[in-house]
């Protein structure tokens, strides 16, 4: 039977499944992520057979090395731009992820960060529990209404055509949406408009939400030039992964008033934010928070854990990253 080394605790599921296949658990004990160099020691303390991972280990080379054996690393998101696949390719690494079980949360996350900022529902609670409040008042807090507006998806894959179709039916919104591969489904479905690149979406759009994967061809695709064509009234929401968006030049962009606000809960350089963004009142954030909910959690570990029963049990893993 295998041994597994899990870099941080997870809901209890995966570690069961993995228990109850044969399997040796060793989590790691740290309250939070390992640094590189923790992380790397105690993998080589023992010889494992699988590692199971979180999108906050960064995953290269010298890691994987750090633990030859383990042919299998099963990341806990379904995110995978925190490992090197090139790098696990060459060692003959199995990289596995968890997509489809977090699809409807993230995208109710989306929806709601859509709607916290459209009401500035963070602003007014503050405003109302910091005693401001003095009586009903024609022009307070105005937001924006959804209904009839167009909604840009950048990224139209399960999370981002699940926030179409719950704009869509949930807030009559139009969708046009920006992909490299066209979504067909979506067209028919949500009489969805393609457009063929980023910045007619960005021109477009009323509201723009962003579900493309962290990759080279995606990292800083909302670009400064790219933010700067948006509309004075839209608003951009962020739930993919930081790096997609300029942080920097949104904070810029934020504070002069040429981005009207933002809905963001992942940044550039997690757990950091930008200079600047927690001083303004035009941005929501949260906490990469997207996917935190208990039934959501519950089943991302129990699929990574299946990743690698599946694998050392000498199957395909169902979900591998191609
Ligand atoms: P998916 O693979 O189903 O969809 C991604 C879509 O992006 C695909 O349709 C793909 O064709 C498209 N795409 C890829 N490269 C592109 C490019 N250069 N330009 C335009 N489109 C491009 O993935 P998903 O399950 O919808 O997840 C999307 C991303 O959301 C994940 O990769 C992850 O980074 C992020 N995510 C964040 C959280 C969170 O907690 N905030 C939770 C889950 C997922």
Redesign the pocket.
Known sequence: MGKVFVTRKVPDIGINILQDAGHEVVVSEKDGVLTREELINALKADSYDAVFCLLTDKIDGEVYDAAPSAKIWANY???F?NLDLDDAKERGITVTNT?GV??DT?AEYAVALMLAVAKRIPEADRFTKELKYQGWAPELLLGADLKGKTLGI???????SGVASRAYYGLGMKIIY????P?KQLEKELRATFKAN?DDIMKEADVISV?????D??KH?ISRARLQMMKSTAFLIN???GPVVDENALVELLRDGTVRAAGL??FEEEPRLAHGLPELSNVVVTP????ATEETRGKMSEMAATNIKEFLAGNKPPNPVT
């Open positions: 998101a379904v995110g731009g997509p977090l699809t993230v950048v990224g139209a894959g399960r999370i981002g920006y992909d490299v591969n979504n980023v579900h493309v994967p962290l990759l061809s995606t695709l739930t993919s992964r809960d992942v990469h928070i997207a996917s």
